[in-house]
């Protein structure tokens, strides 16, 4: 029997679950699509079971990447990245600008998706998010007026720290440091008024 640390099972709980998820939306949305095709599109209950529905979509793809499990070597398609932080886009406040096209390992892209994450929670009344990378080194930099930084999550990035009692909605600070191991990168970090930064 192979040996799984108790990280890996939260990863492949993590894919379970939202291969599971995915079904069901799936199907909520077909029926939408037939109820559309019936005549009744014009309806506003059924423009919002169809746009909260293409919403959980997005987040359950985004999470799956996030939150899943990377086997080493494996890639992600950049069609899929973009496509992904699309359909975040237009659900929420951020808009996100995705330029790397190389490298795109999933062990990566799991970590670049996890410090949006840390993005998302420091940007809650909108903004932008860019990501790019110039001879392999990674950089996310988020642009809002207004910020909600909590100093103590932002450390955990860069110096792993797992002490830290965090709460579920920022799960994914204490995510990065172990994401970033996999992946074999550092994670640095620059916290400025108006503007955050991130390489790796």
């Known amino acids: 029997m192979t040996n799984t640390s108790s990280r890996d099972l939260n990863a492949l709980l993590g894919s ?24 009744i599109n014009a309806a506003p209950e059924i423009a919002l079971i169809a746009e909260s529905v293409e919403n959980a979509n997005a987040r359950i793809r985004f999470f799956r990447i996030a939150f899943g499990a990377a086997s080493p070597g494996q890639n992600v398609p950049i069609a899929e990245v973009r496509s992904i932080l699309a359909d975040l886009g237009r659900g929420g406040r951020l808009r996100y600008q995705w330029e ?25 009344w909108g903004g932008d998010i860019h990501v790019s990378e110039a001879d392999g080194n990674w950089a996310i930099r988020g642009v809002a007026e ?4 909590e100093p103590e999550l932002w450390q ?17 600070f204490a ?21 955050i930064r991130v390489t790796f």
């Open 146 to 149: 207004r910020q909600k930084i």
């Open 156 to 172: 955990m990035l860069v110096d792993g720290t797992e002490d830290i009692d965090v709460t579920p909605a920022h799960v994914h």
């Open 100 to 124: 790397p096209e190389a490298g795109l390992t999933r062990d990566r892209i799991k970590l670049a998706f996890l410090l949006l994450q840390c993005f998302e929670t420091a940007m809650p």
């Open 175 to 195: 995510l990065v440091g172990d994401a970033a191991r996999q992946a074999g990168r550092w994670v640095s970090t620059d916290l400025q008024s108006g503007e």
């Open 16 to 39: 379970r679950i939202c291969h599971d998820l995915i079904s069901p939306l799936g199907a909520i949305n077909n029926g939408v699509e037939l109820l559309t095709m019936s005549g």
